[in-house]
């Protein structure tokens, strides 16, 4: 594998990718085990794919934007690297698939030329900060939010409080009362507010979706915007410190909020406000990069198709509340399209634009600052690119995740019923390619990648077993979703499981039955006023299996007979309970320590030491099968079984030790001292356990 040294400017950045190239040797000659190098490798982007002997790469792309510049290094990367095919994620991601895991760190580097990170996409950290894709141009938006945005990606990019947490954690912007950057399902969700002239934020916290989706409490109605980096550090570091760790499917925010209540979680938040580094962070939105449009000479075109150009305009032009400018939407089917087309994308914008897209949470493109009379240009442009669909961000606009293309977790296809939906949208439903009150997504998981349990018609991918332990593809179908705005919001009913081939009949029966019944109202209101079980009875004649036929076990998109299969999911970012292996990390975490305090990071110091500490303590309680949640009960066990027994000597509880973290202000003193006690904590430890091998 070849060295980066010489060739990534950022020395933190080169260190990094030097690091991933160490790291996958050390894991192909069998010095570092599976588990502790997929930790590793999920921290960095790279994510294992249902297919084996290859890797997804998630490329991080803040709030969505990307200049012409970085869309062009991504489409050098996915040609060399990969297979040609760009994937819009739901986070405003562009993933690639079928990537060499030795190739990766090569790629990193060259993305890295053009500021573009895998850093952090993956794993337990703080995953890609989304945010309304029209920030900067909304016409109802208070302020422009990207700034404060970009503020938190940089921010806690590296920052060692988000590293190594118990699961992800997620974080949006939204740029107005629509709140269509969805804060009511997300760890934490700004929305822009101002207040006597001040800018701020009302802030929603834990959130979530998955199989138990959950909306967010209000934190506060309005936070001024200096406060929301030291808000979003405590929340973090509560959330690393007693959030579970051990099951997966109790690991998120949200599961700690309804364990403790809001107010024990301010309490928390009270507690920890000594230790955080900044009371208030200032965002210097003033000097956030300003757009710069191209100065072209309009270009005369001819419309062969009015027809087509005005319904294009009517469902594809987004207003901007700068004058003479509009955004124009581009449906992307399934978030996918190739580099051939987006080279030549990134070259249009460029050359008639601002030089920038943006990536939409529904997977869509949208290109700001167009000026109103170059729209029919664009238009003929795009058509040549197959980038006039209508419909963007319409009921015909549909959201689906990989499903089992290439998701491990998939367990039935999500794209292929997406695909065919969109059909029968076309071709019976035709008034539904304008409509914007009506939103479908689909998941082929619990997961919710695919945000079904959002949306007024959710399909999550599922199986059936016949009598006869037949396993067939199936669709839980959901209804009644909706985004009020302003941070409210309803999930969706599970109303009824169905074999997945009938899911288009389904779709036809609730349409059929608003057109016929809705009487003007959303879909959304429709759905409550005539409640679950009216759809359940309506719907049940499909749910029917006896009389499945072969056509049924065949899930979409494939010709082969369904099987079920579940590979090892790697959203949680599973860490290694091996007693060596948590002893030498460790150790990994002190030489943070110690280079962060000669860097003059206090704060950085301090948390790599209180890591070293609990790590070491929970080395020896995994050797004596103790559950090893959270790090609160790691502290509150090893007081309990070593210290108070007098099996390791601490002069004072282990506790006292620890959670010096947050009784103390960062600072060069402490930061020394703390190291040391980390240090001598290690040492003690380890010259335990040494002894207690020697006498087995």
Not at 252 to 275: H, V
Not at 293 to 318: C, G, M
Not at 620 to 636: D, M, W
Request: hydrophobic share 40%.
């Amino acid at each position: 594998m070849r060295s980066f040294r010489t060739e990534i400017e950022n020395p933190v950045v080169e260190k990094d990718i030097i690091e991933l190239e160490r790291k996958i040797r050390q894991f192909k000659g069998g010095e570092v085990d599976e588990e502790k190098f997929r930790s590793l490798r999920l921290a960095r982007g790279v994510y294992g794919q249902r297919q084996q002997g290859v890797q997804m790469v998630r490329i991080k792309l803040p709030y969505g934007k990307v200049s012409s510049k970085q869309l062009l290094r991504i489409c050098d990367v996915s040609d060399e690297y990969s297979r040609g095919r760009l994937h819009i994620t739901t986070r405003q991601d562009i993933q690639i698939h079928y990537v060499d895991l030795e190739r990766t760190p090569e790629l990193w580097a060259e993305l890295e030329r053009d500021d573009v990170t895998l850093r952090e996409a993956c794993g337990n950290t703080v995953r890609n900060v989304t945010a309304s894709e029209t920030a900067g141009i909304d016409i109802n938006e208070p302020f422009d939010v990207s700034p404060y945005a970009h503020a938190v990606f940089q921010y806690f990019l590296r920052n060692p409080i988000g590293q190594e947490m118990g699961r992800k954690f997620k974080v949006s912007f939204s740029a107005s009362d629509a709140d269509t950057g969805l804060s009511y399902m997300h760890d934490l969700g700004f929305i822009a507010k101002t207040k006597n002239g001040e800018r701020g934020f009302k802030v929603m916290l834990a959130g979530g979706l998955g199989s138990q989706p959950r909306h967010a409490d209000e934190l506060y109605s309005f936070l001024p915007t200096d406060k929301i980096i030291p808000l979003m550090e405590g929340v973090i570091r509560i959330f690393d410190r007693h959030g579970e760790r051990k099951s997966r499917a109790k690991a998120r925010l949200k599961f700690l909020l309804k364990d403790i209540g809001l107010e024990g979680f301010k309490t928390l938040l009270e507690e920890e406000q000594l230790a955080i580094p900044h009371k208030t962070y200032p965002i210097d939105f003033e000097n956030y990069p300003k757009p710069i449009v191209a100065e072209v000479k309009v270009p005369e075109v001819q419309i062969t198709d009015e027809d087509s150009f005005n319904r294009w305009k009517s469902t594809n032009l987004v207003p901007q509340k700068q004058q003479g400018f509009v955004a124009i939407g581009i449906k992307v089917l399934l978030g996918d399209f190739y580099t051939d087309k987006a080279r030549e994308l990134a070259n249009l914008v460029q050359e008639y634009a601002a030089g920038e897209i943006r990536l939409s949470l529904r997977q869509n493109i949208l290109i700001p600052y167009v000026k109103e009379e170059l729209v029919p240009f664009f238009y003929t442009e795009l058509e040549k690119l197959g980038f006039v669909e209508s419909g963007y961000n319409k009921a015909l606009d549909i959201t689906a995740c990989p499903g089992t293309d290439t998701c491990n977790l998939g367990i039935a296809s999500s794209t292929g019923i997406a695909v065919e939906l969109e059909r029968i949208i076309k071709a019976e439903y035709p008034q539904y390619i304008s409509n914007p009150d009506v939103v479908i997504k689909i998941s082929g998981c619990m997961n919710a990648c695919g945000q079904h349990n959002m949306a007024n018609i959710g399909f999550q991918g599922m199986s059936i077993r016949t009598k006869d332990k037949l396993v067939a593809p199936a669709l839980q179908v959901l209804l009644g979703g909706g985004n009020f705005g302003n941070g409210k919001a309803r999930f969706a009913d599970k109303v009824i499981k169905i074999p997945s081939k009938r899911g288009p009949q389904a779709l036809r029966l609730i349409l059929d039955d608003f057109n016929a019944n809705g009487k003007g109202a959303s879909f959304a209101d429709y759905y409550w006023e005539k409640g679950e079980h009216y759809f359940y009875d309506f719907l049940k004649p499909l749910a029917e299996i006896e009389n499945l036929t072969a056509e049924d076990f065949i899930d979409w998109g494939t010709e082969e007979k369904y099987k079920k299969e579940i590979g090892i999911g790697e959203c949680a970012g599973v860490i290694v309970d091996l007693v060596a292996t948590l002893f030498f990390e460790s150790q990994e975490k002190i030489d943070n320590a110690q280079e962060a305090l000669n860097e003059g990071k206090w704060a950085a110091s301090i948390y790599y030491s209180y890591q070293s500490i609990v790590n070491s303590a929970k080395a020896l309680l995994t050797s004596e099968k103790v559950k090893v949640n959270t790090h609160a009960g790691i502290i509150r066990d090893f007081d309990k079984l070593y210290v108070e027994t007098g099996k390791v000597a601490f002069s004072g509880s282990f506790e006292n030790l620890a959670l010096q973290l947050n009784k103390n202000e960062p600072s060069e003193a402490f930061a020394t001292r703390f190291l040391e006690d980390a240090k001598q904590v290690l040492q003690q430890l380890e010259a335990y356990r040494k002894l207690e091998l020697e006498h087995v």
